[in-house]
């Protein structure tokens, strides 16, 4: 037996183990997209694949991209990537099998088949340790089932093949017996998605172990035309548990029980806590995700934090449209605004001091304001890393055609660049990557056309064509009265307040044609009168016979910001779509009392195409 062949018979190297995992991790991520379709439970968000092939991506590219001389140094890299990458249930539990292999091969050169099936042993009795509350009919059922096979017939069969095959069957019919275990699979008609999982797992290890030659790369593919089992399972996402929310705890010693504890303290379910002493993974549902990061950074270092709406997953996932809609929270949407179209939102990352949060998902606008308002730390914004791009665009992809994202200016942000290598990684023409040009309101005035457009029935290239030629209607213009955020942030000189103080100014940024935000003009008379006067200031420059889509956003001034809507909008024709808090990614920089206007020049064809819609 060389090197890199299969293994037939006493004796696993690392060379070969390596080889195998590849084959098994490459075949669940080619089959994301079914898993993603199937996925049910614990909540029908339609994920657990592309979580999956997140978490295994990650092992590919950092536990398994260079050979090792041990068994045993090979899975603790394997784990520890496992751990780092694991997104969603399924790959948290899976991280913990890992972590549970790698504890029992841990010093071991080359491994006898008795010995992996110990391991195996070892990993299932890990795996379900990580959970609050297992579950029948899960992954957890089908990863004992292999396990228990294995130990049963390894004293017996030394040749790894057929014990690895014997395990292997077993394993499959666990799979089988989910939908009787787990009454809403019986009801979709569907096995556990992440016991599907695992088993396409097994099978691309499977593949390698016989026949020596690894599953097929990864490449862009389609899948079977099936509705997404949990299109009308909407009743089974608990409101009060909407967010699967996720981080990472580095520190010393980590006491896994209190972590749980605290988890719990918070009203969490479906809980995983997957890791060792100096690492953890932690996956839950939560009311609000902000009360569990505040918990878990009582622990230790808290990083690569991340939370879902999964009702706003199922219902994305149940929209019987060709192309989806994304965008990311650089974009000020109204909230009912983005649950009706079915916007995904990719939030950008927000910092005060050594807290790092999720924009308006781990930190609200109303959050973000206080803080601000509070002194101390002064925030800074920064990209979404490509990651959680290409994982929501893996997600889309599974339950649509076609993909659109509508991303913050790229004058302003390096945030369309992450999600432009984002989709450089999948099928580039089913993703396209629309520069808006524009930020907070702005920006979301091409989402919410772009939306529109695709709940019409418009392909991408159309909805691309449409905001591109849009984007020169729409114009973004911004007050700051305090401009002391400004001037800590590095955007005007120090010098300039007291002067801008002094004269009763109150400056006037528009975003120009370049995408950039520039000083367009000044207000005279204070701040107390300000949004009257900004109203007046815009309505010159508004045709008054024209129609017009108009939004406005504030910065902790929300009467503020309904006397310019008042003062803006009466005795025009004005789609009107109200008020919203502005969030970062304009606030750290203009600061309390900032208002911000953006309205779009509606032409006569497509503003009797909006009324109709």
């Known amino acids: 037996m060389t090197r890199n062949s299969a293994p037939s018979s006493h004796l696993v190297t690392a060379a070969q183990m390596r080889r195998a995992l590849i084959s098994g991790m490459r075949r669940v991520v080619n ?26 991506n990650t092992v590919i590219s950092a536990g398994l991209c260079r050979r090792c001389h041990s068994v045993g140094a090979l899975m603790r890299s ?83 093949r057929v014990g690895f095959a014997e395990a292997l069957s077993h394993a499959r019919l666990a799979l089988a017996r989910t939908p009787d275990q787990l009454p809403i699979l019986k009801q979709a008609g569907v096995v556990d998605a992440g016991a599907q999982g695992f088993i396409d797992l ?58 749980r504890e605290a988890l719990m303290s918070v009203g969490a379910v479906s809980v995983v806590v997957a890791g060792g002493q100096e690492k953890v993974r932690v996956h839950a549902h939560v009311a609000e995700p902000a009360r569990m990061f505040e918990r878990m950074r009582e622990f230790g270092r808290v990083s690569a934090i991340k939370a879902d709406d999964m009702l706003a997953q199922q219902t994305e996932a149940s929209r019987q449209q060709a192309v989806a809609v994304v965008t990311d929270s650089g974009a000020d949407l109204p909230c009912a605004l983005q649950q009706d179209l ?42 979404p890393p490509a990651g959680d791009f290409r994982r929501q665009f893996e997600i889309s992809l599974s339950h649509h055609d076609e993909l659109v994202y509508v991303g913050l200016s790229r004058a302003l942000s390096g945030t369309l660049q992450a999600a432009e290598s984002a989709a450089g990684r999948l099928d580039q023409e089913r993703v396209r990557v629309i520069d808006s040009g524009h930020a907070s309101c702005g920006q979301a005035l091409l989402v919410v ?31 700051t009265r305090d401009v002391s955020f400004a001037v800590r942030g590095g955007r005007i000189p120090a010098w300039a307040k007291p002067l801008i103080a002094g004269l009763g100014l109150v400056p006037v940024a528009k975003i120009k044609p370049s995408g950039r935000l520039g000083v367009a003009g ?28 108009v939004l406005i956003g504030h910065v902790g001034c929300a009467d503020d910001a309904e006397v310019l809507r008042r003062g803006l909008i009466t005795g025009l024709d004005v789609d009107d779509l109200g008020i919203v808090e502005v969030g970062p990614a304009v606030g750290a920089h203009a600061g309390t009392g900032a208002l911000v206007v953006a309205w779009q020049h509606i032409p006569a064809a497509t503003a009797a195409d909006t009324q109709n819609a």
């Open 342 to 383: 079915a916007i995904h939102v990719v939030p950008v990352r927000v910092s005060f001091g050594d807290e790092d949060f999720l924009d308006k998902v781990s930190l609200s606008a109303a959050e973000f304001h206080r803080r601000l308002r509070a002194g101390g730390a002064f925030p800074k914004t920064s990209q």
């Open 202 to 259: 097994l099978e691309g290890i499977a593949e390698y172990v016989d026949s020596g030659r690894l599953s097929a790369p990864i490449t862009p593919h389609s899948v079977p035309e099936i509705p997404f089992a949990g299109e009308y399972l909407h009743d089974d996402v608990d409101e009060l548990h909407r967010w699967c929310s996720e981080c990472l705890i580095s520190g010393e010693g980590l006491p896994l029980q209190q972590i």
């Open 31 to 56: 089959r994301r997209e079914w898993l993603d379709r199937i996925n049910v439970f614990p909540v029908p968000d339609g994920d657990t694949g592309s979580n999956l092939a997140f978490t295994l």
């Open 449 to 479: 056309l772009a939306a529109e457009l695709a709940r019409r029935g418009a392909d991408s290239k159309a909805i691309r064509d449409a905001v591109e030629a849009a984007r020169a209607q729409v114009q973004t213009w911004a007050i």
């Open 78 to 160: 394997v784990a520890d990537a496992a751990v780092d990458g694991a997104r969603g249930n399924s790959g948290a539990i899976l991280a913990q099998f890992f972590s549970g292999v790698s504890q029992a091969l841990a010093g071991v050169d080359s491994a006898t088949p008795p010995l992996l099936a110990n391991a195996a042993k070892v990993g299932a009795t890990a795996a379900c340790g990580a959970l609050s509350e297992p579950r029948e009919g899960t992954i957890i059922s089908v990863i004992r089932a292999f396990a228990d096979a294995w130990v049963a017939c390894a004293a017996s069969v030394e040749n790894v």
């Open 522 to 549: 000044a207000l005279w008379g204070g701040a107390r009168s300000a949004p009257a006067r900004f109203a007046r200031y815009l309505r010159r420059r508004m045709n008054p016979v024209q129609r017009w889509r």
